[in-house]
């Protein structure tokens, strides 16, 4: 199945994606939308094997192949042997959805401890480094172009107090994906950069934490923006739709943050 409109198709028919975190609140919600895009669909995961599971039953269920893939992307060995697995089972990847992070407490930067940025670098920066290194090389050889999709935040561009271990991974992401966008782009591989809001998840619908008032009166749409929303933006950006596309930090956050020129 294919996402569509009256005028235009997000057809992903026949396209291999990798989505790390696949199994996170947003992550599985990026698969799904690949999938029902026509995707053929790497789960990755790191813990969550049985949500890896139902994700690649899902897959299967609306007509792509699914393989499920654990591993650390902060760790080559493990990245490494991803892509292998990858291309064993599916072949050269087509789409490469950066999206897996580790989870901390966030506190003062007088109070956040060295591992805390420490593990903010490994899932943000390297993570990208390592992905880019083990899947770009193939997708160059084969000459057929390609998508690398970072998900970023808009805390990125806030720099609110507490969140300074994030927003320093978020933002040398930044800059490592901008630089490999120049450096690949003449190889017709688009490399681009989602950035979502404070985002609604099954876990807010679950619990009846879809609004918050202090958040969404400062947000000029007035409401916060759902998983779904941010999986739309990922699926055009995996879509031949967005082919002269290369180098955007997108903000999918209701106007919440607005990038200036």
Same mark, same amino acid.
């Given at each position: 199945?294919?996402?569509?409109?009256?005028?235009?198709?997000?057809?992903?028919?026949?396209?291999?994606?990798?989505?790390?975190?696949?199994?996170? /609140?947003?992550?599985?919600?990026?698969? !799904?939308?690949?999938? !029902?895009?026509?995707?053929?669909?790497?789960?990755?995961?790191?813990?969550?094997?049985?949500?890896?599971?139902?994700?690649?039953?899902?897959?299967r269920e609306?007509?792509? !192949?699914?393989?499920?893939?654990?591993?650390?992307?902060?760790?080559?060995?493990?990245? /490494?042997?991803?892509?292998?697995?990858?291309?064993?089972?599916?072949?050269? #990847?087509?789409?490469?959805?950066?999206?897996?992070?580790?989870?901390?407490?966030?506190?003062?930067?007088?109070?956040?401890?060295?591992?805390?940025?420490?593990?903010?670098f490994r899932?943000?920066?390297?993570?990208?480094?390592?992905? #880019?290194?083990?899947?770009?090389?193939?997708?160059?050889?084969?000459? #057929? &172009?390609?998508?690398?999709i970072g998900?970023?935040?808009?805390?990125?561009?806030?720099?609110?107090?507490?969140?300074?271990?994030?927003?320093?991974?978020?933002? &040398?992401?930044?800059?490592?994906? !901008?630089?490999?966008?120049?450096?690949?782009?003449?190889?017709?591989?688009?490399?681009?950069?989602?950035?979502?809001?404070?985002?609604?998840?099954?876990?807010? *619908?679950?619990?009846?934490?879809?609004?918050?008032?202090?958040?969404?009166?400062?947000?000029?749409?007035? *409401? *916060? &923006?759902?998983?779904?929303?941010?999986?739309?933006?990922?699926?055009?950006?995996?879509?031949?739709?967005?082919?002269?596309?290369?180098?955007?930090?997108?903000?999918?956050?209701?106007?919440?943050?607005?990038?200036?020129?």
């Open positions: 199945m294919s996402v569509t409109n009256s005028a235009l198709t997000l057809d992903l028919s026949g396209k291999v994606c990798v989505v790390t975190g696949a199994t996170g /609140d947003l992550g599985r919600v990026m698969a !799904r939308t690949l999938a !029902r895009c026509g995707a053929d669909v790497a789960i990755n995961y790191l813990r969550n094997a049985e949500m890896a599971q139902t994700l690649a039953a899902e897959v609306l007509g792509g !192949r699914a393989l499920v893939v654990q591993a650390d992307v902060t760790q080559k060995e493990s990245v /490494d042997a991803m892509r292998d697995l990858v291309h064993a089972e599916l072949g050269v #990847a087509d789409v490469l959805v950066n999206n897996a992070v580790i989870q901390y407490d966030w506190t003062s930067v007088l109070e956040q401890s060295v591992a805390d940025y420490e593990s903010q899932s943000c920066v390297l993570h990208n480094v390592l992905m #880019a290194q083990a899947f770009a090389p193939a997708m160059i050889a084969r000459g #057929a &172009g390609g998508r690398v998900i970023n935040t808009e805390c990125a561009m806030q720099n609110f107090t507490s969140q300074s271990a994030y927003v320093a991974g978020k933002r &040398g992401m930044d800059g490592v994906l !901008r630089i490999l966008a120049k450096e690949i782009g003449e190889h017709q591989i688009t490399v681009n950069q989602v950035a979502p809001g404070w985002t609604i998840s099954d876990r807010d *619908r679950a619990s009846g934490t879809e609004h918050n008032e202090g958040y969404e009166k400062n947000v000029p749409m007035k *409401r *916060r &923006g759902t998983d779904q929303e941010i999986a739309n933006v990922v699926a055009f950006l995996a879509s031949d739709l967005s082919s002269y596309i290369t180098g955007a930090y997108i903000p999918v956050c209701g106007g919440n943050v607005m990038p200036a020129i």
